[in-house]
């Protein structure tokens, strides 16, 4: 029997997260229960990027988008929309003003400002099923550039002036030039799926939902730089994409794309999988290269460049997973194409997840040079609960805060670098007005002195000596003498440190303090946390005009610090208090007040 | 800890592995994964053994167990309970949600609750952002936008899920 209907369901981390197990199970249960299993296909793709309306369904072929479901709904959906044709409009997509958008992808800006070349398939196929990345043009790349010499593969890929998307931008083109040249009877392709930026999920979202991209873009770096095996190195913490990759490697080798004589020619080309072991520093490329070797993450000395001497001291391409799903698009539609997007130097479109305090979390591509204020605002939807926007967070522990009044600048490398940020891998991490940039700071020092190897002394001791300090500015116990020393400890580090962990591990300091410093001032000079946010620095308060004695906040208190008879005022024993907000939560009468802790005395 | 014997059933679970990857270079990594898996933690005995097998100095072995975080060398909990601390969670009160575990549970590392039942681990971002802030159990029971007050609850259901196995396991 035909098809009659299909059906969608998005399969990515946050809706599997979210539910989309049950809904699935419950809504082919019901398909079976009518019937109509036979004439409604149910495809599980990859992430559809809106992770925060999950988990999504999309029905076909009206294209009708169903958000935020239950697997209850599932069965009101098949008697429903399904055999009646009526869809559920509760389970549409309302916008914030109450209307009904019945074909959300079809209609919101966040999925119609969006231009996806490396996430083209996400969403869209079923990522364990090798016939629907063919159908999308899978693998006609890796045909055509076969038929082509490497050197002129290389030439297209320069001329498309793609950058690598893992952080630092350095173009692929080039790259694979330099392994090209280098004379070696070995070579060895690399993919960096070792995504480890706090705030980033698009790496994880194209190895999950778009896996076979990842193997056709590896084999024609194989081809271009004249290697036969390609190691895949990826995050113990991703199994999905793990178990993925591991089918599509299977399916490849089974339709001839992978293995001896690919398309009846010479090439030969194998991939092997190595899994991470929770080591952020191994995302650096010669710390990556020990790893793979199955060695302690450890940076070396660069040079001699992977690009000369990289895994098992042979020639090494490294590129990341987006990077490397540009690829098949553009050998497919012209490196023209591709440079006709962007901006001057940095071209294409680039993948950002946004996260942190915005509306439409989730998962976006978009032509480099799009502002700040077009990806937060116009498809992040902005921010949550009316509250104000503060700073956006790029480039992970590598990179920095870009305040406000940079909203519209347009993002591509170069301009994040001259306001002392880093793309990165494309996270964005927004931050309201509740968020203290201080402790920000000193969450990305934390992060980097855990992460940090040991090796080289300026990472190892400085960024310990720099938390110390923050620490000790967040516990109101900073002097203003801090401030230089944290800007010398930066330097230093900056200039003397290893690797690039410890060379950038600094920047989330110097940004706040260049765009923020007021706010460390306060903490220093008026013992106040302007965001509130700082435990040391605030106390809870009951405010009595308020306070109707309901004694949820004295229930919710984990310590027993509130006290109060049931209809009168309550109060705070402040020497107990442990200041963990759980009463500020509970209060449905905006009852309990968080101030600054030297107000106390005044204000009692 | 009582020490793993060697004539310990799970050597040779584990021996069947390294013969299968022997051909391949720099396996170190992986042969611990796999071994993990199998005793759940990577105690001296284990460490040795790999050594031994995979003919490389107790030193290498231990260097690579101690340097990365997914390597424990102490038992844990059945139920790992892991926090993310990405940025993003951390923006959204993951910090808090930890604390709360801590109290909760009554433990102040990665060591597991006296009932052997949960451990809790501070981990790296899970890539799952948009549902901040996170909490992972095992390996695939995500919990999505927590707050401290859910926390008992998310416990209750595995203890739930432990009386229920054990009643099963009786009748």
């Not at chain 1, 999920?201 to 390609?230: C, K, N, Q, W």
């Not at chain 2, 790992?80 to 601390?85: D, E, L, R, S, T």
């Amino acid at each position: 029997m035909a098809v009659e209907n299909t059906i969608l369901i998005c399969a990515g981390g946050a809706c599997i997260s979210a539910g989309e197990e049950s809904v699935k199970s419950v809504l082919e249960e019901e398909l079976r229960k009518y019937a109509i299993d036979d004439v409604v296909k149910v495809v599980e793709t990859g992430c559809m990027g809106s992770c925060n309306l999950g988990p999504i369904m999309v029905i076909y072929p009206e294209g009708v988008f169903y958000q935020k479901l239950k697997p209850q709904d599932a069965k009101e959906i098949v008697e429903e929309h399904l055999l009646k044709g009526r869809p559920v409009q509760r389970l549409l997509y309302k916008g914030p003003t109450g209307e009904i958008k019945p074909k959300a992808k079809e209609e919101l800006p966040f999925f119609t400002r969006q231009v996806k070349v490396a996430t083209r398939n996400l969403g869209v196929i079923d990522p364990i099923n090798i016939e629907e990345y063919i159908a999308n043009d899978g693998y006609f790349a890796l045909e055509k550039v076969l038929q082509m010499t490497p050197e002129d593969l290389i030439e297209e890929i320069k001329t498309s002036g793609l950058r690598g998307r893992g952080g630092a931008g350095f173009p692929t083109g080039l790259k694979w030039e330099f392994t090209r040249k280098s004379k070696s009877d070995e070579k060895y392709v690399i993919c960096n799926a070792d995504e480890g930026d706090p705030g980033a999920f698009m790496d994880r979202s194209v190895l999950e939902g778009d896996p076979h991209t990842v193997l056709e873009g590896m084999e024609i770096a194989g081809y271009a730089i004249g290697a036969h095996h390609g190691y895949i190195y990826v995050r113990a913490e991703y199994p999905l994409a793990i178990e993925r990759l591991e089918i599509a490697i299977s399916q490849a080798h089974e339709y001839g794309f992978l293995g001896e004589h690919i398309f009846g020619t010479d090439f030969s080309f194998d991939v092997e999988l190595r899994i991470g072991a929770g080591a952020f520093v191994c995302g650096e490329e010669t710390a990556l290269i020990q790893s793979v070797e199955g060695k302690r993450g450890q940076p070396v000395q660069k040079p001699p460049f992977p690009a000369q001497k990289g895994v098992w001291s042979k020639p090494t391409v490294i590129n990341n997973v987006e990077t490397l799903a540009n690829i098949p698009v553009i050998i497919n539609k012209g490196a023209e194409w591709f440079a006709s997007m962007g901006t001057e130097k940095s071209k294409g479109t680039k993948v950002f997840a946004l996260a942190g305090k915005i509306n439409n979390a989730g998962l976006v591509e978009v032509p480099m040079g799009t502002t700040l204020r077009e990806l937060i605002f116009d498809i992040g939807g902005g921010i949550p609960n009316g509250k104000k926007f503060k700073a956006v967070q790029t480039g992970g522990p590598s990179g920095g805060c870009i305040p406000a009044e940079y909203l519209d600048t347009p993002v591509d490398y170069d301009s994040l670098m001259k306001l002392g940020t880093i793309m990165g891998s494309g996270g964005m991490v927004v931050m309201d007005e509740d968020t203290c940039m201080v402790d920000v700071a000193r969450f990305f020092l934390q992060f980097t002195t855990d992460e940090s190897c040991g090796k080289c002394t300026p990472c190892r001791e400085g960024t310990k000596k720099m938390l110390g300090i923050l620490n000790k500015i967040v516990e109101g116990k900073g002097e203003m003498k801090d401030i230089d020393r944290l800007e010398n400890l930066a330097k230093t580090i900056k200039d003397t440190a290893l690797c690039g962990l410890g060379q950038t591990a600094p920047n989330p300091v110097l940004s706040t303090l260049r765009y923020f410093r007021d706010e460390y001032e306060a903490h220093i000079k008026e013992k106040r946390c302007p965001a509130k946010s700082c435990k040391s620095l605030i106390a809870y308060k009951v405010d009595p005009n308020k306070c109707v004695g309901c004694t949820a906040c004295a229930r919710a208190c984990p310590v027993g610090a509130i006290s109060g008879e049931i209809k009168k005022v309550h109060k705070v024993d402040q020497d107990a208090c442990i200041k963990c907000g759980s009463c500020y939560e509970v209060c449905r009468f905006d009852a309990i007040e968080k101030i600054d802790a030297v107000d106390l005395v005044t204000s009692s | 800890m009582p020490v793993i014997p060697e004539t310990d059933s799970r050597f040779k679970e584990l021996d069947e592995y390294i013969d299968s990857v022997k051909e391949k270079k720099g396996m170190l990594i992986g042969v611990l994964h796999r071994a993990q898996e199998i005793f759940g933690y990577l105690p001296k005995e284990v460490q040795s053994h790999v050594a031994k097998r995979l003919n490389v100095p107790e030193s290498t072995v231990y260097g690579v167990v101690t340097f990365y975080s997914f390597f424990s060398m102490n038992p844990r909990g059945k139920y790992q309970i892991k926090v993310c601390m990405g940025t993003a969670c951390y923006v959204k009160g993951g910090n808090k949600i930890l604390e709360r575990l801590r109290e909760e549970l009554n433990v102040e590392g990665s060591e597991p609750t006296e009932d052997g039942l949960f451990s809790i681990h501070e981990v790296r971002c899970l890539g799952a952002c948009s549902m901040a802030p996170v909490v992972l159990v095992g390996e695939r029971d995500f919990h999505g936008r927590v707050t401290p007050d859910k926390i008992p609850h998310i416990l209750d259901s595995y203890r739930q899920k432990e009386v229920k196995g054990n009643e099963d396991q009786k009748s």
